[in-house]
């Protein structure tokens, strides 16, 4: 059963930055695909963020520009860098875990809360 543990969340005033990561318990981290996906309050989950085994990324348009994405292969380890925040970007954020055959997460982590005060 492979883990993912988040960590960096916390309450940050508007404009501010934040950084979490995410670390895999799985010998074959850098063959899969890492993403971060966040859930407001009476929202649905969506996608923030989310980097493939060879590096390429895309992001959430409302993130776009403000947020980054990295990976450590040797760390077992995904980042989510956030910038420029926003009271809006408020939520639980998730770290997935996706195998190359899978159009779905295969795992989840348990969340991390992240407040933007205005």
């Known amino acids: 059963q492979v883990q993912l543990v988040e960590s960096g969340g916390g309450l940050v005033q508007a404009g501010g930055s934040l950084r979490l990561s995410c670390v895999a318990s799985?010998?074959?981290?850098?063959?899969?695909?890492m993403g971060w996906y966040r859930q407001a309050p009476g929202r649905q989950r969506e996608l923030v963020a989310q980097?493939?085994?060879?590096?390429?990324?895309n992001y959430a348009d409302s993130v776009k520009g403000r947020f980054i994405i990295s990976r450590d292969n040797v760390k077992n380890t995904v980042y989510l860098q956030m910038n420029s925040l926003k009271p809006e970007d408020s939520a639980v954020y998730f770290c997935?875990?996706?195998?190359?055959?899978?159009?779905?997460?295969?795992?989840w982590g348990q969340g991390t809360q992240v407040t933007v005060s205005s």
């Open positions: 980097i493939a085994s060879g590096g390429s990324t």
């Open positions: 799985l010998s074959s981290f850098s063959l899969a695909s």
């Open positions: 997935t875990l996706r195998y190359a055959w899978s159009e779905k997460p295969n795992y």
